[in-house]
């Protein structure tokens, strides 16, 4: 893992971040974040998937 963590703007990642990086919690829901540990939730708006760290990303 880099030591820099993409820093989140709502659901957009900041300029910097490694295109693989947006994708570390696609189609993981209920493994641990990389990050903190923390479950990945998935959230379906409509016929959307959202997937997202609450530990990271609240």
């Known amino acids: ?3 820099t963590w993409p820093v989140w703007t709502g659901l957009r990642l900041a ?9 570390w919690v ?3 829901e209920g493994t641990p ?6 479950n990945i939730v998935l959230e ?3 016929a959307r ?4 760290c609450p530990g990271c990303q609240t």
């Open 1 to 3: 893992m880099r030591s």
């Open 44 to 46: 379906e708006f409509g």
């Open 15 to 23: 300029a910097g971040a490694v295109h693989d990086e947006r994708h």
């Open 33 to 38: 974040c990389k990050r903190c540990g923390t």
């Open 49 to 52: 998937k959202l997937y997202w």
């Open 26 to 28: 696609y189609k993981l």
